[in-house]
């Protein structure tokens, strides 16, 4: 399986905080969701893949490619806040970006923007938020991108507006050339079109593959707080307790060494996300 982008060792410090050896594929014809808490890494690690800053260690291939600097027709980017001067109107932003793509496309560009209601009159600062993050995925979609980096493009949009990024999503992974790294902390989102997620947490990479062995790794354990031993608590990870028992997260490898009267349930990503950073908390 050819994949698009590949990281490896890449490492980033700070005074506060450091990016630690992350690494991960993603495959073409692929979404990816990449996720973990606030503060996590995820940010950091799409600017070093984007070579807008400069890491201390690690390598990105891009395509097959070792020079992973920006090829801007093959990446589409969507940040959170676009980069876009706030008075622009929608038409200025298309006159002073497009000169910097070979392959920009008038016509789809024109096309998105009937499609998302976009008035070309209008300056970026007058656009509500979901019509900005509808506006930068209009210019990532109009230049025969094969990769599209989202950072967090969701966050802050209503259900219908969210759905509608996600039916995009899946209509440009149709051709299996194209994929999609996309940073989220709404994980239902990810549930629904993600195929792979890495996940990220303190600046280094807790998991990554496909979503399903993300799924099956792990359960939710509940019971009585006289139902455990000292010993099976320290392996739940985000244990917490209540007046009326506990609950937590185990490995499922982990589940045949739990008595009988516990009970255990699937978990969904924003469980393990939580469980997780419960976890990190107390052992910090």
């Given amino acids: 399986m050819n994949s698009v ?8 410090s700070y005074s506060s905080f450091a990016l630690d050896d992350v690494s ?30 400069k890491g201390d260690a690690g390598s990105v291939r891009l395509f097959g490619r070792d020079d992973a600097g920006m090829q801007n027709d093959s990446i589409g980017v969507v940040m959170d ?11 200025d932003v298309e006159k002073a970006i497009a000169p910097f793509y070979k ?20 300056s ?4 509500s938020r979901g019509m900005k993050v509808k506006l930068q995925i209009a210019a990532a979609l109009s230049h025969n991108a094969s990769l599209l980096i989202l950072d967090e493009p969701t966050s802050g949009l209503d259900p219908v507006a969210r759905e509608e990024i996600c039916d995009l999503l ?19 989102d990810l549930e629904r079109i993600a195929d792979y997620v890495t996940f990220i947490q303190n600046g280094s990479i807790v998991f990554t593959g ?15 707080l006289s139902d455990i031993s000292k010993e099976l608590r320290e392996s739940i990870i985000g244990y917490r307790e209540y007046e009326t028992g506990f ?12 008595p009988g009267n516990l009970l255990t349930e699937e978990v969904n990503i924003d469980e393990i996300v939580i469980f997780m950073n419960k976890g990190a908390q107390l052992h910090e």
């Fill in 5 to 12: 982008l590949e990281v490896r060792g890449l490492s980033k």
């Fill in 24 to 53: 991960f594929d993603l495959p073409g014809g692929y979404i990816m969701g990449f996720i973990g808490p606030n503060g996590a890494g995820k940010t950091t690690t799409i600017k070093l893949i984007l070579n807008v800053i």
């Fill in 81 to 91: 806040t676009p980069l876009y001067v706030e008075d622009w109107t929608v038409d």
């Fill in 103 to 122: 392959q920009w496309d008038k016509d789809a560009f024109a096309g998105l923007v009937r499609q998302f209601g976009l008035d070309r009159t209008k």
């Fill in 124 to 127: 970026v600062k007058e656009l």
């Fill in 170 to 188: 899946r209509e440009f992974v149709a051709d299996e050339s194209k994929s999609v790294l996309f940073s989220t902390h709404i994980t239902s």
């Fill in 210 to 224: 496909t979503k399903d062995d993300l799924l099956d790794k792990y359960a939710r354990v509940t019971g009585g």
């Fill in 247 to 258: 609950e937590g997260m185990i490995e499922a490898k982990d589940i045949r060494k739990l």
